[in-house]
């Protein structure tokens, strides 16, 4: 049984969300399709389903709903001039709702292939379907329209890790709290699982206890529409602002770009909560909305993105390159471009890992803000990452401790982050302090730091530590198939000295190119890549850069 009324749209006028097309407009895209008519009761799509059409109503009337146990809940009804999909046709997953129709008429039909085609050609078109795609799949977000329920703990690492690789990934969820909501053990009966299962992921059908990232990918379909046989002109490695600028640049120009992420689109910069001294944005965005912008930008275009896949090695013997994935599969391209990052520095601490989850956090998103609210928090660093991450912390803890191993901020942070730490009577500096032990049983529940100018500590019952320190390099999976400097960062263009680029065999006349690595077309961008600039802009404009120099590799 259908719900009689549509879910509520917050983020947009629904003209925007549900516009309704001119005649004119309609005849351009039946001119990419195929008319074709639509009887009462036909289902055009079903969750779930491999292929999804896009389709435009001519006559009569489409229903959009989401089955569900408790009865199909009512997204919207298209009539005519209106059309359907969201964001899942740019990338090829499988869609969250059923379209059937409620009265016979007439559709317009286009494969996912020819919708990109016009997307990108029609600027008119373009702008209203993208628009109405990315409205739409915040409006499923927001009311949790989805194929998926976790079911989990504030207790369990496993869960926040879930919820935050759903989040990332702009995938709506619904969440069951076993720790408070009421029937939760009626639901573990219903599937099955024991509480010691958990986090639990239902999938459709399908029940996941405890799964891996990749595990809750390959359910939903993530990849579905990726043909890993075909040869790419440029495959990037890491979908953070540098990959994705990159992929972006990459589809626009025509080049055939495939980008290999193995969490989330974002990167580091991802995890931040608000970066206000990014071109464009004067009142500052969250990384995860860049992301999701940069994102949705470069499927638009064409570029594919395969998610939770991690590359495990370069095949840098001959050309084209082979990237070969944790799944044991390879993907083979012209140029490669490197955009796997760095990671923060994990504490010098026994029992860190221990804690990795349920009180130690390497990022600071709406999830763990949440977490700790109106509990004291600490933030480990000096940088820009970690003066964001308490200044965001501030607005829902008691207070910020924030313990620096320098004796200040002023060399490491932004002026204006400072200023705000300054102002903020939330937010203590702790300068020359540094962590020295955690405890706690299944949560961190007390933290003990040190006061290198004295030596002396002092323990304190607080329960979230976040970590911002530091960067490491992801650079083990190259195994040697590319020069590095002594901390694992890739060298590249005038950083490669000439006893460099002998030891790697440097076969051409020229010299590297500017991001160029030790092996020819092989590019390094962003905070991977040595003597990098650590700043969002810098690593979008490496990225667009390095497709300037992949043209001229697939022409030499």
């Not at 992420?261 to 965005?285: D, H, R």
């Not at 999976?477 to 680029?501: N, R, V, Y």
């Amino acid at each position: 049984m259908t719900a009689t009324a549509p879910l509520p749209t917050t983020r947009a006028p629904r003209e925007q969300i549900f516009p309704t097309l001119t005649p004119a407009q309609v005849a351009r895209i039946a001119a990419r399709g195929r008319t074709r008519p639509m009887r009462l009761g036909e289902t055009l799509f079903e969750p779930g389903a491999d292929a999804l059409p896009f389709f435009v109503v001519t006559a009569g009337k489409i229903e959009i709903a989401r089955p569900s146990r408790a009865g199909d809940v009512l997204v919207t009804t298209h009539g005519p001039g209106e059309f359907t999909g969201e964001l899942s046709m740019l990338s090829g997953r499988r869609p969250l709702v059923r379209a059937r129709a409620t009265e016979a008429g007439e559709v317009i039909e286009l494969e996912r292939e020819r919708l990109l085609t016009l997307i990108q050609t029609d600027s008119e078109l373009g702008d209203i379907i993208m628009r109405a795609f990315i409205f739409r799949r915040l409006s499923l977000i927001d009311n949790a329209v989805s194929n998926v329920a976790l079911v989990g703990s504030r207790h369990s690492p496993g869960t926040l890790r879930v919820k935050e690789f759903l989040t990332r990934n702009g995938h709506p969820y619904s969440y069951i709290d076993l720790d408070s909501d009421a029937g939760v053990q009626e639901l573990l009966d219903s599937v099955r699982v024991a509480v010691t299962d958990v986090p639990v992921v239902i999938c459709g059908e399908n029940v996941l206890r405890n799964p891996t990232n990749a595990e809750i990918a390959d359910c939903l379909g993530f990849n579905v529409a990726i043909d890993r046989t075909q040869l790419r002109d440029v495959v990037v490695v890491g979908a953070g602002p540098a990959g994705l600028a990159a992929a972006v640049y990459a589809a626009s120009e025509g080049l055939d770009a495939l980008v290999i992420e193995s969490n989330a689109p974002g990167g580091q910069a991802g995890t931040s909560s608000k970066i206000e001294n990014y071109l464009g944005f004067p009142t500052g965005i969250s990384g995860q909305n860049l992301a999701a912008r940069a994102y949705d930008q470069a499927q638009k275009f064409g570029a594919q993105v395969m998610i939770a896949k991690l590359a495990t090695g370069l095949g840098c013997e001959r050309r084209p390159y082979a990237i070969t994935l944790d799944d044991g599969q390879r993907v083979t391209a012209r140029t490669v471009i490197i955009a796997t990052g760095a990671e923060y520095r994990r504490l010098p601490i026994e029992n860190l890992q221990r804690f990795e989850g349920t009180g130690v956090y390497y990022g600071a998103t709406a999830i763990e803000s949440q977490i700790c609210r109106g509990d004291e928090v600490v933030v480990v660093g000096g940088g820009n990452s970690a003066g964001q991450a308490a200044v965001f912390l501030s607005q829902t803890a008691k207070r910020v401790h924030m313990l620096v191993r320098g004796d200040g901020l002023a060399a490491t942070m932004s002026r204006y982050l400072i200023r705000r730490i300054e102002d903020s009577e939330t937010i203590e500096v702790r300068t020359g302090t540094e962590i020295v032990k955690l405890d706690g049983t299944d949560h961190l529940e007390q933290t003990t730091w040190r006061d290198n100018a004295t030596g002396g500590t002092e323990v304190r019952d607080i329960r979230h530590v976040f970590v911002m320190t530091g960067a490491v390099p992801s650079t083990d999976w190259l195994q040697g198939c590319l020069a590095l400097d002594a901390k694992g960062f890739i060298k590249t263009g005038p950083g490669l000295s000439p006893e460099d680029l002998a030891a790697a065999h440097w076969p051409l006349r020229r010299p590297p190119h500017l991001l160029e690595t030790s092996l020819p077309g092989v590019f390094a961008v962003g905070d991977v890549r040595g003597d990098n600039i650590k700043r969002v802009a810098s690593a979008v404009g490496e990225g667009s850069i390095a497709i300037a120099f992949v043209h001229q590799a697939l022409h030499e």
